[in-house]
Structures are given as structure tokens and as C-alpha cells.
């Protein structure tokens, strides 16, 4: 029997608004401490009224255009009941059958995910379970932040492609600049459900939802045990036959069962007698349409079409908003100097200046900055300059490295830098040759075993002739020199 996972995603956005969902609260009260960002509203206390967030509104239309949904011009919101610590009303105002975005679709690796609704909701609070008083403390801070949901139909077939589903719409997000879209920190969450189907058959079977996936890694680690653990009821002839809600532990690595999932009929919704119902003019959404920025769809095309990247750093380039923005500079930069100096050549191809900007981006700048570029202190145009030095050879990779450090940490000029450190790369024989004899002298085992037939041992001592000219050395004089004077 050939089993085929049917995957769909849950994904909750929380909105970066200055103020509530519903009420003018502080919506930054995640980072305030507890219970300071509060007032009567979204403490639920009673005869208090919703005045729902325009700001959040127009966002959730904003993405709902970027999700290439449908927007009906009439919507609402509904009451969901349900009873739990963190909701002090006794229900969330969501949306039911209303939604603000419905049949959208997003491209994932070439293949079409569709949306099948995306609606605005107000977020409950945080429980915070603490071990040393053995209670539990409920922080209002969050009750009431703006939060999106976004339901993908179960188009997705396997734990990748739900995991760069996930990265995708953090990318769109943040383009948008509507969320941080930070999983570490709960702005972007995600349950997935999944079930098992016979291959070709069209049926779709009992679901399981995945609760607490609070990574990427979670969302494909828990799938992927998930899928097995199925496949195994499959062959025990005992096929899950009812919906039901496991979590996930990232500890143990495993799905454990939690509840029969509720159906919307055990939720009571009803429209919110509070709110009247939200009218559009095609003119507004309209108006909204045309603010959208480019997409990360659309900008890994034109970093590949424009600046030669490959279509793999052209993706890794535009995950990220500010790094995107930040290569989008040096580019310019870099092909302005290009353009400056003579004909193209071989060893100048844009392809290959594209390439190593990529590799240093990706590699070597984005690991040191953490995230953090908006305190980076390394200009765009010193950056560009610092590949262009590369490029031409007048600093050695190794050097690069401590050049780019060096940049970070005082922010000058790297040719001011490879100046002051004495960092240039030389191809002087006569320099070199003395370190060569050096090395030599010091690594007699090596040199044996590189006389004896042994070619990669012209590794190591490459290796100790670049550590000795803290990077200096032209590799490839280097090398050329070391095997002449090893076989003198
Ligand atoms: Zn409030």
C-alpha cells in the first residue's frame, strides 16, 4: 500500500499595531511587564465595548491582496465561546463565516498552495505556569493583540514543503511590514493537520492537528514523525477514523494524544452584537492593492534577472527584509564600480561578482550581525568596496575574515584597514619564498609524504604558510612556489 501525506497549515500572524485589537491599549505589552498594558476592555469586564482597529483591518486586507485572495466587500466578526484561563470574556472575537480574504494561493517551489481564508482575530493571554510557586499567573498583556489567521487547503505533500510554506509567508510578513513573524518569539504560529491517503485516490481521511510547533524544525521534525507513526496505524489496520489534536514535544520527539478536535458547532458562533458589520468600496481595496510592495516571490526573480544571482542565493538573499534591502545596496554599489573600470571580463563577469558578494552576505556578514541590521556599523559602499578588493585579489579570503571583524567592530574603511593591519595580499616571490623554507624546514614529516605521492598534503602546508602570513600569501603563488622548492 503507497500512503501519500495530506498536509494544510493553520498559521496565526500576530500584528504589529500600536494599539489593540478592540481597544487603545499598549500593543507592545509583550516586552512591558506583566499585566501593565490592560484596561477594561480587554480584561472582558462587562458592559465594556469593542471598537475594532482600523489599522489592523486595512492589514489584513494588505495581506489578503499579497495572498492573492478574493475580498468581499461586506464582512464581520463573530463571537467563538469557549471556556479557559487566558479568555476572560468566555469567547474570542474572531471571524466565522465572514472572512476579510478567502480563495487566495501562494507558489511553493513551483507548485500552487491554495488559501482558503485568512481572518482577523484578538489573541487571548499568556499563561505563565511557574514550577517554584506551583501556580499559574495570567498575563493580560497580550489579550487583545491583533492576530491573523491564515488556512492553507491540504495542498501540501510533504514536511519540506510545509516548513518553506511557513518561510515563505514569514517573507511575505515582513515585507509587508505588518509582523516581526518571529516563531521564537509566538508571532508566527503554526498548527498543522494531517491525515494519510491511499496514492491516487481522491478521499481525504480523519486529520490530525499538530498543536505547540513553536520552530521550522518543529513543524517538519513533528510531521515527519507523524507520517510514520500513521503509516504504522495503516498497517495495523487501525487508520485514525475520527479528527483529533496531539501536541507536539520537541524534547522527546514525539506527537501525544491531547483531545477530540472540537467542530465549529461546539463553539456556539454567533455574530458580535457589539460590531456592526465591516462594509468595503472596490475604490478602498483598491486603493490598499496599490500600496503593496514587491513580494519575496517577485524579488528573488528580479535579484536573479538583475543582479546574476543564482536562484538559490537569490532565495536565501530575500528570506530576510533588511538583508535583502542591504544586498540590494551593495549591488548597486558594486556594479556602479564595475561599470567604472574596464570591460568585462572572465575573471570580472557579473555571475562571479554576484557569486562571491552572495557568499560573503550569506556566509560571513549575516552570522555576525545576528538579525540585528539596523545597528550594523558596516556601510553598504565599504562593504561593496571590501568585495571588490576581493575580487581583484588585493585581499586574500583568509584576510577577508579578519578584515570583515575588523569592519564590524570599528566601522572604517577596509582599505584603511588592510593599511593599518598590514593585511595586502602579496605575490612577492622573494617575501614569500623565505616563509616558504620556513614551512618547509618545520613540516619535514609532510613534505616526505607529499614526495611520496601524497597530493593533498600540499594542504596542510599551504594552510601553515597562509597562518604565517596572516593571509597574505597569494594561494596560488604560494602553491606554485612550495611544490618548485620542494622539489629542488
Ligand atoms: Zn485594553
Not at 510592495?293 to 530575500?318: G, V, W
Given at each position: 500500500m503507497n500512503l501519500k501525506p495530506v498536509i494544510g497549515l493553520e498559521i496565526h500572524v500576530q500584528l504589529k499595531t500600536n494599539s489593540k485589537m478592540f481597544c487603545a491599549c499598549d500593543n507592545s505589552g509583550e516586552e512591558k511587564p506583566i499585566n501593565t498594558t490592560v484596561c477594561p476592555v480587554c480584561l472582558g469586564h462587562p458592559g465594556t465595548l469593542p471598537v475594532p482597529n482600523k489599522t489592523a483591518i486595512e492589514w489584513a486586507i494588505f495581506s489578503a491582496l499579497a495572498l492573492s485572495c478574493e475580498i468581499p466587500l461586506e464582512s464581520k466578526f463573530d463571537r467563538k465561546h469557549y471556556f479557559y484561563p487566558d479568555l476572560p470574556k468566555g469567547y474570542q472575537i474572531s471571524q466565522y463565516d465572514e472572512p476579510f480574504g478567502k480563495n487566495g494561493f501562494l507558489f511553493i517551489e513551483d507548485k500552487k498552495i491554495r488559501i482558503n481564508r485568512l481572518h482577523l482575530e484578538e489573541d487571548a493571554a499568556k499563561l505563565l505556569h511557574s514550577k517554584v510557586q506551583g501556580c499559574t499567573i495570567i498575563d493580560f498583556n497580550r489579550a487583545g493583540t491583533p492576530l491573523m489567521e491564515i488556512v492553507t487547503e491540504p495542498d501540501i505533500e510533504s514536511p519540506e514543503t510545509a516548513g518553506n510554506t511557513l518561510?515563505?509567508?514569514?517573507?511575505?510578513?515582513?515585507?509587508?511590514?505588518?509582523?516581526?513573524?518571529?516563531?521564537?518569539?509566538?508571532?508566527?504560529?503554526?498548527?498543522?493537520?494531517?491525515?494519510?491517503?491511499?496514492?491516487?485516490?481522491?478521499?481525504?481521511?480523519?486529520?490530525?492537528?499538530?498543536?505547540n510547533l513553536n520552530s521550522f524544525r518543529a513543524v517538519e521534525r513533528a510531521l515527519n514523525y507523524e507520517i510514520k507513526r500513521q503509516e504504522q496505524l495503516w498497517k495495523d489496520g487501525k487508520a485514525p477514523s475520527h479528527q483529533s489534536t496531539r501536541g507536539w514535544n520537541d524534547e522527546r520527539g514525539i506527537t501525544e494524544e491531547q483531545r477530540e478536535k472540537e467542530s465549529a458547532h461546539d463553539y456556539r458562533y454567533f455574530p458580535e452584537p457589539d460590531?456592526?458589520?465591516?462594509?468595503?468600496?472596490?475604490?478602498?481595496?483598491?486603493?490598499?492593492?496599490?500600496?503593496?510592495?514587491?513580494?519575496?516571490?517577485?524579488?528573488?526573480?528580479?535579484?536573479?534577472?538583475?543582479?546574476?544571482?543564482?536562484?538559490?542565493?537569490?532565495?536565501?538573499?530575500?528570506?530576510?527584509?533588511?538583508?535583502?534591502?542591504?544586498?540590494?545596496?551593495?549591488?548597486?554599489?558594486?556594479?556602479?564600480w564595475m561599470e567604472s573600470i574596464e570591460q568585462e571580463s572572465e575573471e570580472n563577469s557579473g555571475q562571479?561578482?554576484?557569486?562571491?558578494?552572495?557568499?560573503?552576505?550569506?556566509?560571513?556578514?549575516?552570522?555576525?550581525?545576528?538579525?540585528?541590521?539596523?545597528?550594523?556599523?558596516?556601510?553598504?559602499?565599504?562593504?561593496?568596496?571590501?568585495?571588490?578588493?576581493?575580487?581583484?585579489?588585493?585581499?586574500?579570503s583568509r584576510a577577508g575574515q579578519t578584515v570583515l571583524q575588523k569592519m564590524l567592530l570599528t566601522g572604517t574603511d577596509p582599505v584603511d584597514i588592510i593599511q593599518t593591519e598590514n593585511l595586502a595580499q602579496t605575490h612577492d616571490e622573494g617575501e614569500l619564498a623565505e616563509v616558504v623554507s620556513k614551512v618547509i624546514a618545520e613540516n619535514q614529516k609532510v613534505v616526505s609524504d607529499f614526495r611520496a605521492g601524497k597530493t593533498n598534503a600540499?594542504?596542510?602546508?599551504?594552510?601553515?604558510?597562509?597562518?604565517?602570513?596572516?593571509?597574505?600569501?597569494?594561494?596560488?603563488?604560494a602553491e606554485e612556489l612550495l611544490k618548485k622548492m620542494i622539489s629542488e
Open positions: 518561510r515563505e509567508l514569514r517573507a511575505i510578513m515582513r515585507s509587508l511590514q505588518v509582523s516581526e513573524a518571529d516563531m521564537e518569539k509566538g508571532h508566527l504560529r503554526c498548527d498543522a493537520n494531517i491525515s494519510l491517503k491511499k496514492e491516487g485516490s481522491r478521499v481525504l481521511n480523519p486529520k490530525i492537528e499538530i498543536k460590531i456592526p458589520p465591516i462594509k468595503f468600496k472596490i475604490a478602498d481595496i483598491r486603493a490598499i492593492k496599490k500600496t503593496l510592495p514587491e513580494l519575496p516571490k517577485q524579488k528573488r526573480e528580479r535579484f536573479h534577472k538583475q543582479y546574476e544571482f543564482s536562484i538559490s542565493d537569490a532565495n536565501l538573499l530575500t528570506r530576510d527584509y533588511a538583508l535583502a534591502d542591504y544586498a540590494e545596496k551593495v549591488m548597486s554599489e558594486l556594479l556602479a562571479r561578482l554576484a557569486k562571491l558578494a552572495a557568499n560573503w552576505l550569506i556566509n560571513n556578514l549575516a552570522p555576525l550581525v545576528k538579525n540585528d541590521w539596523k545597528t550594523l556599523s558596516v556601510s553598504p559602499e565599504n562593504f561593496a568596496e571590501f568585495v571588490s578588493l576581493i575580487l581583484e585579489g588585493k585581499i586574500s600540499v594542504k596542510p602546508l599551504i594552510g601553515a604558510i597562509m597562518k604565517k602570513t596572516k593571509g597574505r600569501a597569494n594561494p596560488k603563488v
